[in-house]
């Protein structure tokens, strides 16, 4: 499309003459080029603050177990597991 084609079609849709000069082109030239750029760079930015985790850590070891005596059933469905607070007894 003709340039001049171009001007009367933004200027029909209300663009108004003044910014269709020139040097408001090279500014808003200027104005997407930097604009990118800061994208870039947050963009770059961003990707450095959170690592992914990684995935070759070893979860920690479990604990020791403890033997803690005679248990009645009834003691022992106290630590089932229902409570998170509370350690899990297993019967051997």
């Known amino acids: 499309m003709p340039v001049q084609a171009l001007s009367a079609r933004l200027i029909a849709a209300g663009v108004p003459s003044s910014l269709l000069t020139p040097e408001s082109a090279l500014l808003l030239a200027l104005l997407a080029f930097f604009s990118l750029l800061v ?14 985790p990684q995935q070759d ?11 803690c005596g005679e248990l009645t059933l009834q003691e022992l469905r106290a630590f089932d597991g229902s409570d998170p607070a509370k350690p899990l007894y297993l019967v051997r």
């Not at 994208?39 to 992914?52: N, Q």
């Not at 850590?57 to 033997?67: K, W």
């Open 57 to 67: 850590m070893e979860p920690a070891p479990a604990p020791e177990p403890v033997l």
């Open 39 to 52: 994208a870039r760079f947050v963009a770059g930015y961003l990707s450095r603050v959170a690592p992914p």
